[in-house]
C-alpha cells in the first residue's frame, strides 16, 4: 500500500489550491485519511483529518479556510486550500492510519512523500 500526494505549487496570498492523495494497492478499507504539514525549520503538524464515515477535524490555523473531502471509492482524499497565507508555505504529507488490505492485512500510519505548496505576499 502506497499514498501519493500531488497538487502543490505556487500561489499567491488569497489563492487557492487543492491536494490530492491517492492510497494504492489492495486496499479493503482505510480508517483516516490525514493531511500533515512542516514549514522549514518547523516541525511536522496536523492540518486536517477525515474518517471513512465523514467525521472532519481541523487545525486552528486553517479551520474556515481549508476543508476536507474524500473518496473512498477511489481511496483518495482531497484537501482544497482557500484564502492561502504565507505561512501556510510548507511541504503538505498526506497520512493514512488503520488501512486493510483485502486480503486483511493491516498497515498503519503510512506516509505520503509530500507536496510543496508555497504561497507568495
Excluded: H
Amino acid at each position: 500500500v502506497q499514498l501519493q500526494a500531488s497538487g502543490g505549487g505556487l500561489v499567491q496570498a488569497g489563492g487557492s489550491l487543492r491536494l490530492s492523495c491517492a492510497a494504492s494497492g489492495s486496499i479493503f478499507s482505510i480508517n483516516t485519511m490525514a493531511w500533515f504539514r512542516q514549514a522549514p525549520g518547523k516541525q511536522r503538524e496536523f492540518v486536517a483529518a477525515i474518517t471513512n464515515d465523514g467525521r472532519m477535524s481541523f487545525a486552528d490555523a486553517v479551520r474556515g479556510r481549508f476543508t476536507i473531502s474524500r473518496d473512498n471509492a477511489k481511496n483518495t482524499v482531497y484537501l482544497q486550500m482557500n484564502s492561502l497565507r504565507p505561512e501556510d508555505t510548507a511541504v503538505y504529507y498526506c497520512n493514512a492510519d488503520r488501512i486493510t488490505s483485502r486480503d486483511s492485512r493491516r498497515y498503519n500510519n503510512l506516509w505520503g512523500q509530500g507536496t510543496l505548496v508555497t504561497v507568495s505576499s
